[in-house]
C-alpha cells in the first residue's frame, strides 16, 4: 500500500486497519477492538500510541473524549488509494448483475433506470448512471426496428462505431414498407450531418411532409434529447431505506437533507460529476467534493467510454461505504454494459 511521507509503515497498516474496523461497524474503533479483531502483537498503549500520532497529522479525530478514532477525510482517502487494482464482482455478484440489466431491451433510457436502481439497491447509497448524448459526431444512419404494436427501437449510428437508441411508441402498428419508406426519408435529410443538426432537419421535413411517414419522422423528432442532443442525461436511485443496515449514516438529517437536494435538481448532480467523463475510476471523500452538499458524503464514479451506453455509472454514499463492494460493483456493471450484443 502506497505510504505517505508523513507516516510510518506501522501507521499506515494501522490506519487501514481501524478504517476497514469503522466501515465494518460503523462507529469509532479503540485500540482494545483493534488488538483483539486483528490479533496485534504490540499492547493497547502502544497501539494507543500510534493512533494518537495519527489524530496529530489529521488522518483521525475522536468524536468524543472518551471515544475511540474515527477516521476523517484523509483517513478514507489513504485507506482508498491503498485499494490498488480492484478484483472482479465475485460470482454471485456477477450473476445478479447479468440477470438485473437483461440483454432483451436496449433503450437506452431503460438501461439506464435499471442499472442506476441496481446499483442503488446492492450499495444502500444512491446509484446513478449518467448517458451521453453529445458532442454527437456525424450521422451515419437511423435504423428502425419495430416491436410488438405500436413500439419499435429507434438506432441511431454514428461514425466512429457507437449508436444511440431508444424505445418509442408510434402510436399504432406501421406496414414494413411504411417503416422502411419512413426511415429512407430521414436518412435523406440527415445522413453525413452533425447530429446536432439532424433534429432541425427532420423538423424541417415535418413542415412539408405527410402521411404515415410524417407520422413515423415527429415520433423520432419528439425523442431529440435522447437521440440529438448535445448534452447528457441522469438517472438516479435511492429508496432511503437501508435494510443492510451498511448506512447508518443516512439517518443523520444533513446527509439526508444533501441527498434530498441532489435528487430534486439533476443539474447539480450533473454539475458534480463534470470532469469525470472518459476518466476512468474516480474517488472524491468528503471536503474532496466542489459541490456544496457533498462534504460529508463519497462520490464514486466509473465511466463508460463508448458505444450505447456511454457516459457515467456511479455511487453517492457515506464516507464509510463499502468502497471494495462499491468499485468491483461499478466495475462489473460497466463491462456487463459493454459486453457485445449476440
Given at each position: 500500500?502506497?505510504e505517505?511521507?508523513d507516516?510510518?509503515?506501522?501507521?499506515?497498516e494501522?490506519?487501514?486497519?481501524?478504517?476497514?474496523?469503522?466501515?465494518?461497524?460503523?462507529?469509532?474503533?479503540?485500540?482494545?477492538?483493534?488488538?483483539?479483531?486483528?490479533?496485534?502483537?504490540?499492547s493497547t498503549?502502544?497501539?494507543?500510541?500510534?493512533?494518537?500520532?495519527?489524530?496529530?497529522?489529521?488522518?483521525?479525530?475522536?468524536?468524543?473524549?472518551?471515544?475511540?478514532?474515527?477516521?476523517?477525510d484523509?483517513?478514507f482517502?489513504?485507506?482508498?488509494?491503498?485499494?490498488?487494482?480492484?478484483?472482479?464482482?465475485?460470482?454471485?455478484?456477477?450473476?445478479?448483475i447479468?440477470?438485473?440489466?437483461?440483454?432483451?431491451?436496449?433503450?437506452?433510457?431503460?438501461v439506464?433506470?435499471?442499472t442506476?436502481?441496481?446499483?442503488?439497491?446492492l450499495?444502500?447509497?444512491?446509484?446513478?448512471?449518467?448517458?451521453?448524448?453529445?458532442?454527437?459526431?456525424?450521422?451515419?444512419?437511423?435504423?428502425?426496428?419495430?416491436?410488438?404494436?405500436?413500439?419499435?427501437l429507434?438506432v441511431?449510428?454514428?461514425?466512429?462505431?457507437?449508436?444511440?437508441?431508444?424505445?418509442?411508441?408510434?402510436?399504432?402498428?406501421?406496414?414494413?414498407?411504411?417503416?422502411?419508406?419512413?426511415?429512407?426519408?430521414?436518412?435523406?435529410?440527415?445522413?453525413g450531418?452533425?447530429?446536432e443538426?439532424?433534429?432541425?432537419?427532420?423538423?424541417?421535413?415535418?413542415?412539408e411532409?405527410?402521411?404515415a411517414?410524417r407520422?413515423?419522422?415527429?415520433?423520432?423528432?419528439?425523442?431529440?434529447?435522447?437521440?440529438?442532443s448535445?448534452?447528457?442525461?441522469?438517472?438516479?436511485y435511492?429508496?432511503?431505506?437501508?435494510?443492510?443496515?451498511?448506512?447508518?449514516?443516512?439517518?443523520?438529517?444533513?446527509?439526508?437533507?444533501?441527498?434530498?437536494r441532489?435528487?430534486?435538481?439533476?443539474?447539480?448532480i450533473l454539475e458534480a460529476?463534470k470532469?469525470?467523463?472518459?476518466?476512468?475510476?474516480?474517488?472524491?471523500?468528503?471536503?474532496?467534493?466542489?459541490?456544496?452538499?457533498?462534504?460529508?458524503?463519497a462520490?464514486?464514479?466509473?465511466a463508460?467510454?463508448?458505444?450505447?451506453?456511454?457516459?457515467?455509472?456511479?455511487?453517492?454514499?457515506?464516507?464509510?461505504?463499502?468502497?471494495?463492494l462499491?468499485?468491483?460493483?461499478?466495475?462489473g456493471?460497466?463491462?456487463?454494459?459493454?459486453?457485445?450484443?449476440s
Open positions: 500500500m502506497p505517505r511521507i507516516m510510518t509503515p506501522a501507521e499506515s494501522l490506519l487501514d486497519l481501524l478504517v476497514d474496523l469503522h466501515i465494518e461497524t460503523g462507529g469509532p474503533v479503540s485500540s482494545r477492538m483493534l488488538r483483539r479483531r486483528y490479533r496485534i502483537p504490540a498503549a502502544q497501539i494507543r500510541g500510534i493512533l494518537h500520532r495519527l489524530e496529530e497529522k489529521g488522518y483521525l479525530y475522536k468524536p468524543h473524549v472518551s471515544a475511540g478514532s474515527v477516521p476523517g484523509a483517513g482517502r489513504h485507506y482508498v488509494d491503498g485499494l490498488g487494482d480492484v478484483s472482479a464482482p465475485q460470482r454471485r455478484l456477477a450473476e445478479t447479468r440477470a438485473r440489466l437483461g440483454r432483451e431491451n436496449e433503450d437506452v433510457r431503460d439506464m433506470m435499471r442506476s436502481r441496481l446499483i442503488g439497491e450499495t444502500s447509497c444512491m446509484g446513478l448512471m449518467v448517458g451521453i448524448f453529445g458532442p454527437g459526431g456525424t450521422v451515419e444512419r437511423l435504423r428502425i426496428i419495430q416491436h410488438e404494436g405500436s413500439r419499435g429507434v441511431l449510428d454514428i461514425r466512429g462505431g457507437r449508436e444511440r437508441s431508444v424505445g418509442i411508441d408510434f402510436g399504432r402498428r406501421h406496414r414494413i414498407e411504411i417503416i422502411a419508406r419512413a426511415a429512407q426519408i430521414m436518412n435523406e435529410r440527415i445522413a450531418y452533425p447530429v443538426e439532424a433534429h432541425e432537419r427532420l423538423i424541417g421535413y415535418l413542415r411532409g405527410s402521411g411517414e407520422e413515423i419522422a415527429a415520433a423520432v423528432a419528439a425523442e431529440s434529447l435522447y437521440l440529438f448535445g448534452d447528457c442525461d441522469v438517472e438516479y435511492f429508496d432511503g431505506m437501508d435494510k443492510s443496515g451498511m448506512n447508518a449514516e443516512f439517518a443523520d438529517p444533513r446527509v439526508l437533507t444533501s441527498l434530498v441532489l435528487m430534486g435538481r439533476k443539474s447539480l460529476l470532469g469525470r467523463f472518459g476518466r476512468g475510476t474516480i474517488v472524491t471523500i468528503g471536503r474532496e467534493n466542489r459541490l456544496g452538499g457533498l462534504e460529508e458524503l462520490l464514486v464514479t466509473r463508460l467510454p463508448g458505444g450505447a451506453c456511454e457516459g457515467l455509472l456511479g455511487v453517492i454514499g457515506p464516507m464509510r461505504m463499502s468502497y471494495r462499491v468499485l468491483s460493483l461499478l466495475d456493471t460497466a463491462r456487463e454494459l459493454q459486453r457485445p450484443r
